[in-house]
Structures are given as C-alpha cells and as structure tokens.
C-alpha cells in the first residue's frame, strides 16, 4: 500500500488515480494526525508527503512528521512532494532520511519510475542468486579480489533498476568500465549508453552540447544538433567527471534530472526524455558541497547508490590476473608468442616488491630490471591502474618480452 499525505484534495485525487491505474493500492490523508493513525497501525509499503499542510511554507510540518515516521516505520521509503522554489527543504528531508523528492507540478511518467525504484531497493540487499550471477555480464573486468566482487554484487543488484548511481574513485579505476556493466545489465541494455566528459565542456557550450540547438540559434548554428539526453532517451546517459561542471550548469543539469524534460536552444516546446543517469568522479564531492562549489540538491539527485571503486594497491591479488590478460592482448595484437610466468613471482620478486611500493592508484611507469625477477615490462604491469577495467590499452602499453633468468 502506498500512502499520499496531501493537505490539497486535488492533488491526493489525482495521486491515487495515477497509482491505482498502474496497479497500487493507495491510501489517502490530508494531515500528520491522520497520517501517524496509519502509520502506527500498518507499516506502508512506501509514502508520498507533501512538505506543507497549512498558510506555512516553512516546511516544518513535513520535516517534523518526515521525523515521526521514521521513527514507527525507519525502513518505509518517504518520497517528499515540493514546489521547485523549495528544493531546499527537500534537501533538508532527504538528509533527515527521505529517499527521494519530487517537485510541483510533477511528471507521471517520472514519478512512477521513481515509486518502482524506492520499492526495488526499500527490501532487504540480497547476495545475488547463483543464476543472477551466471546471467551478469563482467565484460571487461577482470579481477577476483573482495573489493572488485562487493563492487560487482552491488551493481549486479541495482542494475535492473532505474536508480541514479554516482561512482567514484581515483582516475584510472575503471569508473566507465562499471557505468557499462550497468547500463548492460539493465533494462535499457537495448537503448543508447551515451558518454558525456563533463570536465570537457565549456559553459558556453554546455546547452547546445547537452540539450541541441536548432539552427539559427546562435551565430554559428548553421544546421540542427541533437543533444546528448535527446540521443540518450531510453538508453543510460554517463555523467563522467561531474565534480567538474560549473556550479552554473550545475542548476540546468538539475532541471533535467528532476523533471526530465528540457527545451532544445532556439526552440520552447519542451521535449521529455527516459533516461538512466550514471555519473563519476574522482573529486569528494561532499566535500564540495560543504564548500557550495557542488549544489546539494544536485548531490542528493545523482547519488541515490553511490559505488566507490578500489585502487589496484587495494586488491594486489588481481594484477596477475591483469598481467596476464594483458600479457596476452599484446601477444595477438602484435603478433608475438604467448609468454609465460608465474604469477607468485609477482608477489615475491623484487620487482613486485618495487610495482607494490608504488602509488597504483593511477598511471605510473616503471622500467627497472632485477636479477632472479620477470625482468618485465613493467611498464605494462604499471599503467595498469589506469587501464584496470579497460579495454582500450594497446596504445598506452609498451611492448617488451617476458623474460626470467
């Protein structure tokens, strides 16, 4: 059963007919008093909640009552209802433990996915069954270690799901490697995966780039561009290096996101757009937010499940495996014989102790050779940090032969 707290009888009608005729049970009440009956007596499967229910827009009340409920029911997802004026307040909900908000007037389509996502994730996480785990793609990552495969059951759990996900870690993890593991494994793995470099976009180019133009716009708008959410619609759209857009992007990025329409430049008919949005970054973006160089509410909208990825230097027992799958691309690609070595050597040479001493965070080389060790191409072992997860690395690799004394 989902629960509509609404003061407006308008909005509580037109709630309950959405939910009803997408197959929910919904209950209605126009105040806290009713809403705490309800929710002392049965435990709801998820809340919507307006955030104001007399003359105040302070947003008190909701936050107060948002407080209440999760004390009787801490595991029922709330989605809080705001005018997009109020984002704030929704800001303040979610760290006082909503799992979403949406805004005045609000999107259908939008909302619904939302409902659907908060009761994916509201039960209990899951291991994933052994034929989740043999139907999940990997594709190009490789590795065993705990820290790759808690990252891997993670994704394997919310990929069929519509939630926001922000991946983080140090450059050269693999962060886009994970964003196609998700978008592959989900529902939308027959729709577009668009790739955005936020870091890359100038502030005058970040409408056009991201919603289109039509021609005439501007100066030098000779033909019409489709934008990247246009091009991602149904697909998955990665947000990557998002800690460096600029805080004036930040706001159209969040329009976007919150109401998943957006006008192309030059035209103002608003187009919709279903998409699934992934970001990274290497940045600390709570930190940022502390600084108000990252908007909050932005924050809060792309980080529904946040993946942090491991350095090489934390899961050391997956770069024999690496060097060996990299050992092999090379061989083919340049056509040499398949090398061999142990892969203990890797672990008690002293030139594994000189790769492990080293910051494999991200790209570093190293060329050094060492009596009764793989007198390797380290550099090959050494940029691996930053080819990890990917598949791309035959121009970054230096190709030398495999030799032990």
Known sequence: MIL??????????SLSFMLKRAGYEAQTVPGPREAMEVVRSIAPDLILMDMNFTLSTTGEEGLTLLKQVKIFRPETPVIL???????????????????????????????????????????????????????????????????????????????????????TGESGTGKELIAEAIHINSQRAKHPFVKVNLGG???????????????????????????????????????????????????????????????VLGDSRPRKTDIRVVSATNADLRKMVGERTFREDLFYRIN????????????????????????????VTNGLPRTEFSACLLYTSDAADDLLCVDLGGPRILKKKKKNSIIVFCAFIITLPDTSLCSTT????????????
């Open 201 to 263: 976009i100038s502030q005058s180019l970040f409408e056009s780039e991201m919603f289109g133009h039509k021609k005439g716009a501007f100066t030098d708008a000779s033909a019409d561009r489709i934008g990247r959410f246009e091009m991602a619609n149904k697909g998955t759209i990665f947000l990557d290096e998002i800690g460096d857009l600029d805080p004036s992007c930040q706001v159209k990025l969040l329009r976007v996101l919150q109401d998943q329409t957006f006008e």
């Open 81 to 167: 209802m705001t005018a997009w004026g109020s984002i704030q307040l929704a800001v303040q909900g979610m760290q006082a433990g909503a799992f979403d908000f949406i805004t005045k007037p609000w999107n259908n389509a939008a909302l619904l996915q939302r409902i659907e996502t908060a009761l994916q994730l509201s039960g209990t996480p899951q291991e994933p069954t052994q034929e989740q785990s043999d139907s999940f793609d990997r594709s190009h990552i490789i590795g065993r270690s705990q820290g790759l495969m808690d990252v891997l059951n993670t994704i394997a759990r919310i990929a069929k799901t519509n939630a926001s996900v922000l991946i």
């Open 304 to 331: 529904l499940i946040t993946v942090k990825l491991p350095a090489l230097r934390e899961r050391r027992e997956d770069i024999p495996l690496l060097a060996r799958h990299f050992a092999d691309r090379q061989a």
């Open 394 to 405: 035959s121009e970054k690799i230096s190709v030398t032969t495999l030799h032990q004394r």
């Open 4 to 13: 509509i707290i609404d003061d407006d009888s308008a909005v509580r009608s």
